[in-house]
Each structure stands twice: as structure tokens, then as C-alpha cells.
């Protein structure tokens, strides 16, 4: 029986090496034809079985094992075409370039100052003063009982006049977050939430606006924060089990410092895909958030509770970040606002990812992003990513709504058509609606050509994966503990060379040479946020990996954070399954007000979700 149990392992090993020598066999990479330039549309779907549950844990085992688990990477890898990088970057004569920042041009830094010497910042940020027919009619909303999004203006308007206060702001706030949670299914859009605190910083606000000396429009408003940004007494997670466990944060991250001094109520621990590594927002750790707008559906990722957050009404503004569209996957999918500003516009505030991630706001009125974007934007010593970023310019048209946002003859929209084209028919029916809102106030739409954005798709996969397994090298010895999807991406990731990441790199300079020649031409590039509404939730609490629905999320993600240029999810009505579209635009490097100033144009006004909790009303009636 010994010899027999010998024997069938000697088979067991021999099968595996055989399976594994035949993966290695077919995993060989072939000769590719890489026509640098092209105008073609070469955009392919990305694909890998889709695994959950047991399943998933199976597959992790598998590739993890020496020879078949290599194996099984690089038939990954070559399925979806990695080596292309390589021979792509084989023909382009420019180095390699790890941050994607340019430097601005000498317009846009006397565009800055201009703007700068008007001191429109003030009035941007400037309370509301007492008005008693601004107060009536802000009653009227809050009596009413119609959906109506707050803006952080209207919690300002509330304050000033005595309608509420942050304290019991604050009270429905924790009211709501209880519901939230005890709902059926819960839409869990934060990981931790300290009520102590939120109610000592309310009421301290509440003193402020007693005294008749609030900080700033944003003094009391909730703003919630991604678990991946530091903010004081939270634990910065990354939507893991062990990260900074026990180990509160001591300092707030450079943006949330700037809000908590314009008096903004911080609260941390926003819900996230574990490790920013996913599209989808499922947590098995912290349990998934979920879409406002149809709970048995995603809220996209990484910043899931932020979107989630602000889409069901729980806080008007929220930060989330953005390393591969992980600021407008959710907002575009719960129906809100996201912006993702230019590469070291705002101070760098991420673990890992150093030269793909950005910090934006998540809102539900393009106004706040506005004084969101402002707020946070600058330069920091701390932030060696930083460049020479001009001030902030054009941002006072904002408050202008009969003038600067209804003249559009002066900007050019370009589209490539089959990439534009390249989304779920419904989805791009709605977003040619919100071209036609631009071209109706004057905007002219021509077609560009976007080359080789295979190449370009891989190598940003290339060096995100590259730079998360990276940062996470320090947690090598609590790696069984992050969730399995987690797992087979960093170990794909951890089969990259040298060789392919220094040629991603080379992709990301011929990228940036291409945009500069395309924003030559025009002012804004247009596409559809996501090629789909959000898909179902994973029924397996494990999650899985599901390479169809990345896909479908990052398909128009990957441009804007490979460059480094800056892109804004703009919130198009909903489809006929109920669930949101959202029409992305993206600028050239520092041009964010472009964004701003379009977005207020295309947004199309939200519907009801399904989860929504009306916390002004709800601090009003108290």
C-alpha cells in the first residue's frame, strides 16, 4: 500500500509537470506587429475565467504553486497580450518617464496669477450671511419632501440662518449610517466610523456659527474620506484586515488637513475595494458597499463608500482616489460627480501607486467639486511627486450661471468615434445627449484618433500592478489574510520584469507626446465614463475575479492616469434598467476648470435612489 501510495504520487507529480510544461508551452509569447501611431481602433476585450468563492481560493492555490502556478500567469499574460508592451516600446526612440506631469505652459501661469490677483478663492469659500429668503426657501425644500441632493452650500445656508445645526446634523448623520447598515441588504459605505469624534468636531462648529464666525462655506459640512487617506484617529486601512490595525493615523493627509481647516467635518474610513486593486467595490473584509441606486448592484471601486456615501445622501461631498479610474468608476456608476485632477495638482497622498493616483472630491453638485478642488489643490514641501503646478485658474465663472457657462462657441470637443462608440448602446446613446447639451451652447465636436490603445491599456496595468505590489512588500508576511482576488493580482504582478515595467514607462511618454498633439487641436477629449451600467453584485462573500466587468470599468479609465491628465465622470440620467450613466471628459494637463465649467452644462439632474437619506431634512425637523 506504501509502494501503491508512492506510485500515485510520483503519477500526481508527474501529471502537474506535465500540465504545467504544457501551460508553459502555451504560454509562449508570439511574434507581434506593433505599428507605432496607427489611427486603428485596437482596443480588445479583456479576458480570464471568472472565478468566486471556493473557487477563487482554488485558483490562488494554483498560482501559486512553482511550475503550474508561473504557468498559469503567463497564459494570462500572453491571452491578453503583455508582450506587446515590450515590442511596442522596442520602437519608440524617447525614455522611459515615471511621473506624468508636464510643466504648464506660460499662459497658464499668467492665467493663474491673473486669477490669483483677483482673490476669487475668498468668495469661492466665503460663507453665506444671514437671508431670510434664501432661509424660507430652503424650509420650503426641506418641508416639502421632494428629492433634492444637498449641496454643501445648502448646509451653510442652514447654519447661517438658524434652520439647523452641524451638532444635529451630526445626529442624523449617525441615525442614517445606522439605518445604512441595518438595511436589507447594508449599503456599508464606511469601514469605520468614530461617532465621538464626529460629534465633537459638529459641535465645535456649531460654537463657531453661535459666535457668527464660521471658517468658511464648509464649515460643518460632512465630508467623508476614503480608508486609504490619513485623517486623524482612523485607522488607514486600504480596506484590509491588518493594515495600520491598531495604529490610528496621528497626522492628517495633506488635503484633509486643508479641509478640516476650512471647518469641514472629517470623516475617515470610507469603505474601498481592499488595496485600490479592484473595479468592482467588493470587500469581504469590511463587506461590499453598494449601489444607492439598486443596493443588489456594484458602486465600482476603488472609492466605493465615498460614492456611495454622497449618492445616498449621507454627505454632500466626499474624497475619494484615483490610480485607475477609482474616483470615476463610482461616481460614474452611482450617478454623481467625480473629478481626478492633473498628476501633483493635489498633494500626493497614497501608499502605493505613487505615479498613477490621484486625491479628488465625489459630489453631488459640480459646484462642490469646484470649492473641493480648490480647497485641496497646491503644492505641499512634503510631496515629492509634486511639480510645477501654475494657481488655480477661471474657476469664478462657476458662480456665474448667466454668464461664462452658457457661451461654449469658444471650445472644441474631440471624439474618437469607434472608441466612443465602443460601450453598451443604451450607454452611449445617453452620453451622445450630453455632447449635443455642449454643442447646443455652442461647442464644436471633430474626430480625433487616439493611437494604439491596446498598448497603452496594458502598460498602465503594467505599472499600477507593478507599483501595488511594491507597496505592499512590507505586509509579504500577512499576505494570506488579504482577499483572494487580491492575492492572484499581486502575484501576477510580481511576475512583471524590469524589462516590461521600463517599457510601460516608455508607453507613458509616447502617450503623453500623442495628447499633446491631440489638445493642440482641441480642448476636451470625450468618451463615456464606463462602457456599462453597474453590474450585480458577487453573491460568494469572497468575492471573485471577474476580468469581463474591469473590462467594462476601466475601458475610457486608463488614459487619464497613465498621462496624468485630468478627467471628470459627469452624471447623463439614468438607463432603462434604473441605473446610472455618466459621460467622462478629459482635459489638458492643469486645464481642470475646462472640466468644471462643461460639467455644469452636461450634468443632467439626479433621480431618486433607491437608498436615500435625507439628512438636512432630518437635522431640521429635530
Known amino acids: 500500500s506504501n509502494m501503491a501510495l508512492g506510485g500515485a504520487l510520483v503519477g500526481l507529480l508527474v501529471a502537474v509537470f506535465a500540465v504545467g510544461l504544457g501551460l508553459q508551452l502555451a504560454a509562449r509569447e508570439p511574434e507581434y506587429s506593433v505599428s507605432i501611431g496607427s489611427p486603428e481602433y485596437d482596443l480588445f476585450r479583456q479576458h480570464a475565467p471568472k472565478v468566486a468563492g471556493a473557487l477563487l481560493g482554488v485558483f490562488d492555490t494554483l498560482v501559486s504553486l512553482p511550475l503550474l502556478g508561473s504557468a498559469l500567469l503567463a497564459v494570462m499574460k500572453k491571452d491578453n497580450r503583455f508582450g506587446e508592451v515590450v515590442t511596442a516600446a522596442s520602437l519608440l526612440d524617447v525614455p522611459p518617464q515615471y511621473f506624468p ?8 501661469v499668467e492665467q493663474g496669477k491673473t486669477y490669483a490677483a483677483l482673490n476669487h478663492s475668498k468668495d469661492l469659500f466665503a460663507s453665506a450671511k444671514p437671508d431670510q429668503k434664501a432661509k424660507d426657501a430652503l424650509i420650503a425644500v426641506l418641508q416639502s419632501g ?3 441632493p444637498h449641496s454643501a452650500h445648502d448646509y451653510n445656508v442652514a447654519y447661517i440662518n438658524s434652520i439647523t445645526t452641524p451638532t444635529n446634523v451630526a445626529r442624523a448623520l449617525l441615525a442614517a449610517v445606522q439605518a445604512a447598515d441595518e438595511a436589507t441588504p447594508p449599503l456599508r459605505p464606511f469601514a469605520e466610523f468614530r461617532k465621538n469624534d464626529v460629534l465633537a468636531q459638529a459641535a465645535a462648529s456649531t460654537k463657531r456659527y453661535a459666535a457668527g464666525s464660521p471658517l468658511s462655506v464648509l464649515d460643518g459640512v460632512p465630508v467623508a474620506v476614503k480608508c486609504e487617506v490619513d485623517v486623524i484617529g482612523y485607522e488607514t486601512s486600504m480596506g484590509t484586515q491588518f493594515v495600520n490595525k491598531g495604529t490610528p493615523a496621528t497626522e492628517d493627509a495633506v488635503a484633509v488637513a486643508r479641509l478640516r481647516a476650512l471647518g469641514a467635518v472629517v470623516i475617515g474610513g470610507a469603505n474601498m475595494h481592499e488595496i485600490g486593486i479592484g473595479t468592482t467595490g467588493h470587500n469581504p473584509h469590511h463587506r461590499p458597499a453598494r449601489n444607492p441606486y439598486n443596493p443588489a448592484h456594484i458602486t465600482g471601486g476603488s472609492s466605493s463608500g465615498s460614492a456611495a456615501a454622497v449618492s445616498s445622501g449621507l454627505v454632500p461631498i466626499a474624497l475619494g482616489t484615483d490610480g485607475g479610474g477609482s474616483i470615476r468608476i463610482p461616481a460614474g456608476l452611482c450617478g454623481v460627480f467625480g473629478l481626478k485632477a492633473t498628476f501633483g495638482r493635489v498633494p500626493l497622498a497614497a501608499s502605493s501607486a505613487w505615479s498613477v493616483v490621484h486625491i479628488g472630491p465625489i459630489t453631488s ?14 503644492p505641499d514641501a512634503s510631496d515629492l511627486s509634486q511639480h510645477k503646478s501654475p494657481p488655480l485658474a477661471h474657476l469664478a465663472h462657476l458662480t456665474d450661471t448667466a454668464g461664462g457657462t452658457t457661451d461654449l462657441s469658444d471650445i472644441t470637443i474631440g471624439v474618437f468615434p469607434e472608441y466612443f462608440a465602443d460601450a453598451d448602446l443604451e ?3 445617453k452620453c451622445r445627449k450630453g455632447l449635443e447639451a455642449l454643442e447646443a451652447r455652442g461647442a464644436k465636436v471633430v474626430h480625433i484618433a487616439l493611437p494604439n490603445l491596446a498598448v497603452v491599456r496594458t ?11 511594491a507597496g505592499m512588500a512590507k505586509y509579504e508576511s500577512q499576505f494570506d489574510r488579504l482577499a483572494g482576488e487580491t492575492r492572484v493580482l499581486l502575484r501576477l504582478a510580481k511576475t512583471y520584469t524590469a524589462t516590461q515595467l521600463l517599457s510601460a514607462l516608455k508607453i507613458r511618454r509616447f502617450l503623453m507626446d500623442e495628447l499633446r498633439k491631440v489638445f493642440e487641436q482641441v480642448d476636451v477629449i470625450a468618451t463615456p465614463t464606463l462602457a456599462e451600467t453597474a453590474a450585480a453584485v458577487s453573491s460568494d462573500h469572497a468575492g471573485e475575479l471577474n476580468v469581463a466587468v474591469a473590462d467594462a470599468n476601466m475601458r475610457f479609465m486608463f488614459i487619464g492616469n497613465l498621462a496624468g491628465v485630468p478627467a471628470a465622470a459627469i452624471p447623463v440620467g439614468v438607463a432603462s434598467n434604473g441605473l446610472p450613466v455618466s459621460l467622462q471628459l478629459m482635459a489638458s494637463w492643469w486645464d481642470e476648470h475646462l472640466l468644471l465649467r462643461l460639467a455644469r452644462v452636461a450634468a443632467v439632474p439626479r433621480t431618486k435612489p433607491a437608498a436615500w437619506f435625507d439628512v438636512l431634512a432630518a437635522a431640521a425637523a429635530q
Open 365 to 378: 453638485h459640480v459646484k462642490d467639486a469646484e470649492v473641493m478642488y480648490a480647497a485641496i489643490s497646491g
Open 146 to 148: 421632494t428629492f433634492v
Open 459 to 469: 502598460a498602465h496595468v503594467l505599472t499600477i500592478l507593478s507599483e501595488m505590489a
Open 101 to 108: 506631469a508636464l510643466d504648464p505652459t506660460l499662459a497658464q
Open 427 to 429: 450607454v452611449v446613446s
